[in-house]
């Protein structure tokens, strides 16, 4: 089992860059899909960007594209997500999933991952 922990978060401005981490501990990364999601209360957690289980396939969240890079540091079984042009509507807790199992074609769905961390909080406000 794997367990994961986010972390740097903070207050940012608009059109500011940040990058969260995730770190793994328990298991290595490899063979396990990984996803960044985010979520607001009141509304269902958001796909942001994901890493498939084989392959290295990277994908993005609609409103993220273009903005928003996932990568992965296998030596320190890490995955990070950097983020650039920040906007207001960014702001949300982000968190790392990992999954042995999830395939493709669910790769942007959160009822796909069983292993979560605990969240870290992005707020993107002037």
């Known amino acids: 089992q794997v367990q994961l922990v986010e972390s740097g978060g903070g207050l940012v401005q608009p059109g500011d860059s940040l990058r969260v981490s995730c770190v793994a501990s328990g298991s290595t990364l490899s063979g396990y899909a990984i996803g960044w999601f985010r979520q607001v209360p009141g509304r269902e957690r958001e796909f942001v960007a994901g890493?498939?289980?084989?392959?290295?396939?990277?994908y993005y969240g609609d409103s993220v594209k273009g903005r928003f890079t996932i990568s992965r540091d296998n030596g320190k079984n890490t995955v990070y997500l950097q983020m650039n042009s920040l906007r207001s509507e960014d702001t949300a807790v982000y968190y790392c999933?990992?999954?042995?199992?999830?395939?493709?074609?669910?790769?942007?769905?959160?009822?796909?991952?069983?292993?979560w961390g605990q969240g870290t909080q992005v707020t993107v406000s002037s």
């Open positions: 890493y498939s289980r084989t392959g290295g396939y990277t």
């Open positions: 999933a990992a999954s042995r199992t999830v395939i493709t074609s669910s790769i942007r769905s959160h009822t796909a991952y069983h292993n």
